[in-house]
């Protein structure tokens, strides 16, 4: 008998190794995970992990063998920093790999007779404001407005969103009111950050980054200009949401696309409370052009009044939570291990 499992790929990343402890904690023994890295040690035998590349079909011909997949949060990518030194690799894993696991996700549905679900994490890259006053004046979009991505992760995470909604409303349905076969669900993040990892290859690392940095004693380099504001969400908060939301009632649902954010920073209003808490921390600001370019074509903030309306999504965690309870001390506390 093939066992019920929860996929999550991208599953060694900074959001895939927080939903492996965070889906655990809960009790979940079935979780199947698959990353081109190895899981760190830390999560030994919370998952059953294949290392592999979600490129290649025959790992995901495999898994259907054994494994009943209920749900697949489809974590892996490329991110926007990293894709614009090779666009080709970001689009390949980006829009390829979403391909493959959306199709993985309807044969399983067909097979069944009953959808299986799909949590996609897009992202606040798929905004492009037109520049800084058209950024200033809006502030804060809804879903549809600004899609004008000027990277080529937010091209891909624009298409990533667009095939789920094929797949959901659409794929081999002769009218939107047959059952769906993929029970497409995806949130939009801002810019995350954790304590116990460090981002490698986003664009709004400079957050996280400063506060890694002064919490090891060592200067930091903002490679964006001090009045640079995006939004951004602890790790815990973007746990709860994916989680939260997989397990909302279909029928509370009105779309597939949900923005979700916690609270918008510059990147010196970040300096600042870096500051207050590692006052010796020296920074500075050097801007990356094209780094600083895909931060001003980001929203200062995002309208989510349809995921709090609609599943009840609520950041436990605002910017005084954030750095107070959870990223300072747990940040402190590695770095004095
Ligand atoms: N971190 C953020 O600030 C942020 C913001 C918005 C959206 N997101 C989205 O959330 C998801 C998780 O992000 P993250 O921060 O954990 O990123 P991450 O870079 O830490 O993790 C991505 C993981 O995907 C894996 N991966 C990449 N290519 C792969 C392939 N071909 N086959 C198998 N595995 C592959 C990598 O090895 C890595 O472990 C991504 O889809 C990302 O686009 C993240």
Redo the contacts with the bound molecule.
Sequence with gaps: MRRKSILI????????QALIQQLAAQGADNLLT????PLPAALNGKATHYQ????DKTIFDRLVIDYDITTIYH?????STSGEFNPMAAHS?NVE?TMRLLNLAAEQSDWKREPVKFIF?????VFGMQNLDNKAKHPRPQEWEWNYPITM?GCN?LYGETLGVYFAKHYKQLAETEPTMVDFRCVR????ISAF?V????T?DYGPEMLHAAAQGQAYECFVRPDSAIPFMAMPDAITAVIQLAAAPREKLTRQIYNITAFSLSAEEIAARVQAHFPATQISYEPHLKRQRIVDSWPIDMNDDAARRDWGWKPAYDAERSFDEYLVPNIRARYAK
């Design positions: 790929t991208g599953a060694a990343g900074e959001v895939g698959v990353d081109v890295r592999a590349d979600i490129l974590m892996a990518a490329i991110l894993v790999g994490p897009s992202s606040v890259a992760y995470k993040y801002p810019g995350l990892t981002p490698s290859g986003g709004s």
